[in-house]
């Protein structure tokens, strides 16, 4: 009998889902800024999103075409990356706004982790919020992701260290004295209050990259789109916090 | 102008405790922060946060370098009589904004 139980028991452990969200390592006052929109500063960045979403710039705006972004919008940040099809190549959220910007307002794009940029997105992810990280199921993506997954698992830089080895095998452990979680995008963009401000999902990239001393590529280099496409895989199911709170 | 978040009831009752959060975007720059190129970033905060309650001063808070940048601020005060709420935020290089919200108090 007991030997039937601890085997249930394992079975159960077994099909439960071991994935966290970041939120779930950091101390409870950070969780409180998250949880509540008007401590939330990322709140900020949603409101200049919402006044750029109406603006009209060369007498079109985001809102003339896409209406109210409650609905139009809604579960659209849980489906990118998503696969381009003039490009054929995947874009993420902050490059598809720079396509409509480019292509329908005929204006100059926004230039990365600028304030309109940001905005947009946290704008635009806050109409996801609570919907689970939705990667489209599209064969085109196939061989990006798989790219993603490499470089995930790929050590790299003076450390030589992958994602993957402080990521998988060493989350909740510490780093120093910050607790390493499990590397799921589900909150991006966040406001990290050691930038004391928002950033995107490559921006942290960027970031781990140089801290394990490696050559960070640019912004909207594909190697970091195809990485974001893994962790959405990664991360699939999980709900979305956007815009997310961190240390 | 920078962007101001303020949180509080729209009403109240007469003589009940309200809680306001009020949350602004600032940089906050101390001016002991060197840029890229090894200068010193000169000194840009908000020095002064001061809330009138129908001209009435309730809640002030002086502010200095070492403050997060989007400064939030919570506070609390009694509902005394319907009007509006006017909350000031002064800083260096002339910055200066003011927000005002309505409050109905009843009974």
């Known amino acids: ?247 | 102008m920078a962007r101001a978040l303020i949180t509080m009831p729209k009403s109240a009752k007469r003589g009940e405790i309200i809680e306001i959060r009020a949350l602004i975007g600032h940089p906050m720059e101390t001016g002991y922060r060197p840029d890229a190129n090894g200068k010193t970033l000169p000194r840009d905060i908000i020095r002064s946060f001061v809330c009138r309650y129908n001209g009435e001063q309730v809640f002030g808070a002086e502010l200095h370098p070492a403050m997060s940048a989007n400064p939030y601020i919570a506070f609390h005060t009694v509902a005394t009589e319907s009007g509006t709420l006017e909350f000031t935020w002064d800083g260096d290089n002339g910055f200066s904004q003011t927000e005002t919200v309505a409050i109905t108090v009843s009974g």
């Open chain 1, 1 to 247: 009998m007991m030997r039937y139980l601890v085997l249930l028991a394992a079975v159960a452990s077994m099909g439960a889902d071991q994935r966290k969200p970041g939120s779930d390592f950091m101390g409870e006052s950070t969780r409180a800024m998250q949880r509540d929109d008007s401590q939330n500063p990322a709140m900020l960045w949603v409101g200049d999103g919402e006044a750029l979403w109406r603006d009209k710039v060369n007498g079109k705006s985001c809102a003339g075409c896409h209406a109210d972004a409650a609905t139009s919008m809604k579960g659209v940040a849980a489906r990118f990356p998503a696969f381009d099809p003039h490009g054929k190549k995947p874009v993420n959220l902050a490059q598809r706004i720079n396509q409509c910007r480019v292509a329908k307002q005929d204006a100059a794009p926004f230039k990365p982790e600028s304030k309109e940029l940001l905005g947009l997105e946290s704008y635009l992810a806050l109409q996801s919020r609570g919907m689970p990280v939705n990667p489209p199921q599209d064969k085109r993506l196939k061989p990006f992701t798989a790219s993603g997954e490499k470089l995930f698992f790929q050590r790299m830089g003076q450390l030589n260290l992958s994602c993957a080895q402080c990521h998988d095998d060493n989350a909740g452990k510490r780093l120093a004295s910050s607790p390493i979680p499990q590397g799921h995008a589900n909150a991006y963009p966040i406001y990290r209050l050691e930038w004391q401000g928002v950033g995107s999902l490559q921006r942290r990239l960027r970031n781990c990259m140089s801290g394990v001393r490696a050559e960070a590529p640019p912004y909207g280099a594909l190697e970091l789109v195809e990485l974001e496409l893994y962790l959405a895989a990664r991360a699939k199911g999980m709900t979305i916090e956007s815009p997310g709170v961190r240390p």
